[in-house]
């Protein structure tokens, strides 16, 4: 079957270093997308990542090894306002989306 | 309008009775879906659209149907809701179905089906 797994909660510190890791079992592979969404809100668009390696926006980079089944999220000098989930979703080869449950990121000052 | 408007943003809802939730979006995206989202669940999509004219069934979609008459608006309906339809729906679209280009969503539904 196809699935997705990452950790349910992680709890980081103001102005560290987070990283959330997502690892997928999909039929065919098409791309690995990352979201966030923070409570009670729409999921918003992150990164997205196709081939091996590290993609960098900014604050959040997003990580992928295909041979791996394998992605990570990271996110630096953490501020109040990341405290949200971040959904990992796989694309299989039927250009199908498998999400996970999603990380819910607390924040503490 | 900017994006994607989804109405109502909650309702409740007696079981047996009939319900179309709404989506609209002003982006001209080619590809439209509806997902629901559960405590502990990942999305899970329950009907798509690539373009209009055509739909498909995703992952869940018993107990829900779809349409899409133009590129605009795609509606969900639930012909006798269910307690099971509890959720928070979530429209979403995409400018091309092909996987290449980002989901877009709009602020969701929140179903309470009694």
């Known amino acids: 079957g196809q699935n997705i797994d990452q950790p349910t909660e992680m709890t980081a510190t103001e102005g560290a270093i987070v990283q959330i890791n997502c690892t997928y079992q999909t039929s065919g592979f098409n791309g690995l997308f990352w979201y966030q969404q923070h409570a009670g809100e729409a999921p918003t668009f992150l990164s997205y990542n196709v081939l091996d390696g590290l993609e960098e926006k900014g604050r959040f980079s997003s990580f992928l090894s295909r041979s791996k089944g394998y992605s990570y999220l990271l996110l630096k000098e953490l501020q109040m306002k990341d405290s949200a989930s971040y959904l990992c979703a796989a694309m299989d080869s039927n250009y199908q989306l498998i999400w996970g449950a999603g990380t819910k990121l607390i924040i503490k000052p | 309008i900017a994006g994607i408007t989804q109405a109502p943003t909650s309702q409740i809802l007696a079981a047996g009775r009939r319900m179309t939730l709404r989506c609209t979006q002003d982006m001209r995206h080619n590809a439209m879906y509806w997902y629901r989202q559960d405590l502990g669940l990942g999305l899970r999509l329950i009907h798509y659209s690539n373009t209009a004219g055509t739909t498909g069934k995703g992952e869940v979609p018993d107990g829900y149907s779809v349409s899409r008459a133009n590129t605009d608006d795609f509606p969900l309906t639930l012909a006798s809701a269910v307690p099971s339809q509890t959720s928070v729906y979530f429209c979403?679209?995409?400018?091309?179905?092909?996987?290449?280009?980002?989901?877009?969503f709009g602020n969701g539904t929140r179903l309470t089906v009694t």
């Open positions: 979403a679209s995409s400018l091309t179905g092909d996987g290449n280009s980002p989901l877009h």
